[in-house]
């Protein structure tokens, strides 16, 4: 096992790539969440104005039993569509938060790696071949929980319907004027209900998130430099106190977290809906170059922030202790390394999607040379292909942009 370097060869320190790495990764999952969550009110939207159309094609007829019946038919098949259309594009995104995960750890583990003990690893993870069983076994496992809690939301839903109708129109009152307020009343309980699929959606990306990284760090367990697994919590004014006393908890990737506030043990995050931890690797040779304040401050510790929830509610056991205060100087090299590692782990993302959309043109070529090749299989391939090529165009002008600040 290489020897930790106690001095790095450049002026950032390893707890300042740490951290900045540990953000990017927290912004990283932010961002893949917000774009699932677009898509479904997208979707969510498109399907009320169809909704909304067939509402108003019903014949002019007072409200009545039967009417309120036919307006619940429209409910329940709008409902069966949007779930059909949620979990066929769920499946993609579990995909694609997948193998960002990997990508993003493999990432984390190289940089740290140079920096710490002085040269990147080859990794067991950091092959198409390894990462697509690994997705395949999260998403299999992910697809039966989120369909479950979509049926109960769709449940949950088309009952609060018919209970607000019952409620908002009185039978006898003509079309013209049901008709307002039946629509009203279908828009404000999807509205209302609207916090159910941002817990789903946000329970579900983070599952897949930490799921592949802990693979990634089973598959990286080594008996001479033992993998660990780091909690690493999101600070602002949202951090709960269950959250704070889990901040840097470490074990064994074979071993559970315990979360003593709320008295239970689980591999990974989520351990409960919302739960915006993760997990970040830790070689046991890294420990040799941190300290007490180090080792939070290479977690993303926000001194700022926590000292102000601690005002506020105590801190609690197992907090990390107080940083000293920060200049103006201190800050602006922090923005600076982060600033350099967050280019650094978005080169390297952009030269593996280049990498894999080489890989996929040629297989496409194959393809199409052999008559036996299935038409669907190309057509899905040529998709990924057109999916990759705007990935690496989107992350070169992300790149730019970050440059030229």
Do not use: C
């Not at 949007?82 to 579990?94: C, E, P, V």
């Not at 080792?295 to 929830?309: C, F, T």
């Amino acid at each position: 096992m290489a020897e930790p370097k106690t001095e790095p060869e450049s002026d950032l320190t390893a707890e300042a790539l740490a951290a900045a790495l540990a953000l990017f990764l927290q912004n990283k999952l932010q961002e893949l969440y917000d774009n699932i969550a677009a898509r479904q009110l997208r979707m969510m939207e498109a399907e009320l104005e169809v909704v909304h159309v067939e509402i108003e094609e019903l014949p002019d007829e007072p409200w009545s039993n039967t009417r309120r019946a036919a307006v619940i038919a429209i409910i329940a098949l709008a409902m069966r569509r949007i779930s059909s259309a949620s979990l066929a594009q769920m499946k993609r995104d579990l995909s694609v938060i997948s193998l960002e995960s990997r990508n993003a750890m493999v990432s984390y583990l190289d940089e740290l790696d140079t920096k710490i003990l002085g040269d990147t690893t080859k990794l067991k993870s950091d092959t198409m071949e390894w990462w697509e069983k690994a997705e395949a076994d999260i998403r299999k496992k992910r697809m039966r929980q989120y369909t479950a809690s979509w049926r109960r939301y769709a449940a949950v839903v088309t009952q609060q319907i018919v209970d607000a109708l019952e409620k908002a129109v009185q039978i006898g009152k003509p079309w013209s004027v049901a008709n307002t307020a039946v629509w009203s009343t279908i828009r404000h309980v999807v509205k209302k209900t609207q916090w159910m699929v941002d817990g789903i959606l946000k329970t579900e990306a983070s599952a897949a998130w930490n799921g592949t990284a802990l693979a990634v760090m089973i598959a990286e367990n080594s008996s001479t430099d033992p993998m660990m697994k780091k909690l690493v919590t999101t600070f602002d004014r949202r951090t709960g106190r269950d959250s704070v006393a889990l901040h840097g908890q470490t074990r064994p990737v074979n071993e559970p977290f315990y979360d003593r506030v709320n008295g239970i043990t689980y591999m990974a995050p989520p351990n409960r809906p919302r739960d915006r931890e993760m997990i970040v690797p830790w070689r046991a040779s890294y420990e040799a170059v941190f300290d007490d304040y180090t080792r939070d401050s290479a977690l993303g510790y926000d001194p700022e922030i926590h000292g102000k929830r601690k005002r506020l509610s105590g801190a609690p056991k197992g907090a990390p202790k107080p940083a000293p205060k920060i200049t103006a100087k201190d800050a602006q090299r922090a923005g600076r390394a982060k600033r350099a590692a967050r280019l650094r782990v978005m080169r390297a993302e952009r030269r593996r999607a280049v990498e894999e959309l080489r890989r996929t043109r040629t297989t496409i070529e194959a393809m199409r040379q052999n008559s036996s090749t299935d038409p669907t299989t190309l057509i899905e391939l040529t998709a990924l292909r057109a999916q990759l090529r705007h990935k690496v165009e989107e992350q070169s002008s992300r790149i730019e942009s970050i440059q030229a600040r």
